[in-house]
C-alpha cells in the first residue's frame, strides 16, 4: 500500500504524480491531513466512515448506564460518533483534529484539542475510558495506554476497539477494507497494528485486566448495507481477535 502512495514536489508542496483517485491519496498511510481532507464524511452514514459508527454502537453496548455526574472520557473522538449512544455521561473527547473536534461539539462532546499520548487530564478523573478505533492510529501504544489507564478512577472501566497486528488483518482490514469502500484508502499504517500480547500487558501494568473479544460486521447486514438497504450494519462477535477486537476492563483497586 505504502507503495502506491504519490510522492511531493518539496519544492512546490504540490503532488508530482496525476490526479488522484481519492482526495488522500497523496498522503503517507495514517496522514493525520486525511481527517481534514474527509472533514465533511464523518457524519455520512454510507460515507468512508461508515464502518466506525456501527463500531461505536457497538462500543456503546459495552459501556454501563451512567450514574449522576459519570464522567467518560473518549480518546481519539473523532467527530463524536460516540455521543447518540452516550447520553448521560459528560462526554469528553479528546482529538489531534480541529475539524472533527468542531463536530463533535455540536453533538455536545466537551472536547479537548490534544494527543492521547499527553492528555491534559487529572489522574482517576473517569468513570469510563474509551478508546476507538485510536490506538493502531498512535506511534507509542505502550504510552497510549498508559494515559487511558491513568485517567481510570479506581472500578472504572476501559472499553477499547482496535485492529490486530497480524497479516490476516492487514489482508481483511486494510487490503480488502479500503478496497470495497469500508475505510478511507490510506487511513491505516500497517506498522502500527496493535500487538494483542503488549497491549493486555500495558493495560495490566496500568492496573486494567484487559479481556479481548473478536468482532465482525454481521454478514446479513453487510450484504444488505452493499446492495444499499439500510444504513447501519450490527457488529456480531467472532470466534477470533485477529482482525477487529474489542477490550473491556476495570482498573483495580
Ligand atoms: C479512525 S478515527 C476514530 C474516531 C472515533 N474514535 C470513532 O470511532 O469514530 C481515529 C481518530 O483518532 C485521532 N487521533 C489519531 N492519533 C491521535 C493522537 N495521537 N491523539 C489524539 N487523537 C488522535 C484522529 O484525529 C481521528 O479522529
Avoid at 474527509?38 to 461508515?50: E, I, K, S, T, V
Avoid at 469528553?92 to 453533538?107: E, F, M, N, P, Y
Avoid at 499527553?118 to 485510536?134: I, K, M, R, S
Wanted: hydrophobic content about 45%.
Amino acid at each position: 500500500m505504502t507503495g502506491t502512495r504519490k510522492s511531493f514536489d518539496a519544492t512546490h508542496g504540490s503532488p508530482v504524480c496525476p490526479p488522484a483517485d481519492h482526495p488522500q491519496d497523496d498522503l503517507e498511510p495514517n496522514d493525520p491531513e486525511l481527517y481534514e481532507r474527509l472533514a465533511d464524511q464523518w457524519w455520512q452514514p454510507r460515507g468512508p466512515f461508515a464502518m466506525l459508527h456501527w463500531l461505536a454502537a457497538a462500543r456503546a453496548r459495552l459501556v454501563p448506564a451512567p450514574h449522576p455526574g459519570a464522567v467518560l472520557v473518549d480518546l481519539g473522538c473523532g467527530a463524536g460518533l460516540l455521543a447518540p449512544h452516550v447520553r448521560g455521561y459528560r462526554h469528553i473527547g479528546v482529538d489531534t483534529s480541529q475539524s472533527a473536534l468542531r463536530q463533535a461539539r455540536a453533538r455536545g462532546v466537551r472536547t479537548i484539542r490534544g494527543d492521547v499520548l499527553a492528555l491534559p487530564l487529572p489522574d482517576g478523573c473517569a468513570d469510563v475510558v474509551v478508546a476507538g478505533e485510536v490506538l493502531e492510529h498512535v506511534h507509542d501504544l505502550a504510552g497510549a495506554v498508559a494515559e487511558a489507564c491513568r485517567l481510570l478512577r479506581p472500578g472504572g472501566l476501559l472499553v477499547l476497539d482496535t485492529l490486530a497486528d497480524t497479516a490476516l488483518c492487514r489482508f481483511v482490514a486494510i487490503t480488502v477494507a479500503e478496497r470495497v469502500g469500508l475505510a478511507p484508502p490510506g487511513v491505516h499504517d500497517p506498522a502500527l497494528l496493535v500487538d494483542r500480547e503488549a497491549l493486555a500487558r500495558e493495560c495490566a501494568r496500568g492496573g486494567v485486566h484487559v479481556e479481548l473479544q473478536g468482532i465482525r460486521p454481521s454478514l446479513p447486514g453487510l450484504l444488505a448495507w452493499s446492495v444499499r438497504r439500510g444504513t447501519a450494519v450490527r457488529m456480531v462477535p467472532t470466534a477470533t481477535t485477529a482482525v477487529l477486537f474489542q477490550g473491556t476492563g476495570r482498573k483495580k483497586g
